[in-house]
């Protein structure tokens, strides 16, 4: 048992004489590594920044495209909101003006007109 302690002792020190010997050139050695590490990670980021770059600037012009139809959309039902308001207050006016069975026939009309159309469209 105590040769195994003095065998282990031994390749220790010599481990760590090794170590101690040659550290500036392991030192150096293990710099350059580093470095070169260093900007192969460097490169990597860099190129991920580029592609970020990119995604930010077509999901920025998407964004843009998105609004000028939301813009244009938002517009439309504008124009359709007056016409349609202009078209009840035409039918309020027909409505308030003639008698009763008038108004019925109208409305008749205006309900089998819709589904002849309805039934020819389909």
Do not use: P
Request: proline share 0%; glycine share 8%; net charge negative.
């Amino acid at each position: 048992m105590m040769n195994t302690r003095r065998d282990f002792r031994g390749n220790r020190s010599a481990l760590f004489d090794g170590i101690e010997e040659g550290g500036i050139r392991a030192t150096s050695y293990s710099h350059e590594i580093d470095e070169h590490d260093n900007d192969r990670a460097m490169d990597g980021l860099q190129d991920r920044v580029i592609l970020l770059k990119r995604l930010t600037g077509d999901v920025h012009e998407e964004v843009e495209s998105h609004n000028r139809v939301l813009d244009r959309m938002g517009n439309d039902m504008d124009a359709s909101r007056g016409i349609l308001s202009g078209t009840m207050d035409r039918f309020k006016t027909v409505f308030e003006t003639k008698s009763s069975r008038r108004m019925f026939t109208l409305v008749a009309t205006f309900v089998v007109v819709f589904l002849v159309v309805y039934y020819l469209s389909r």
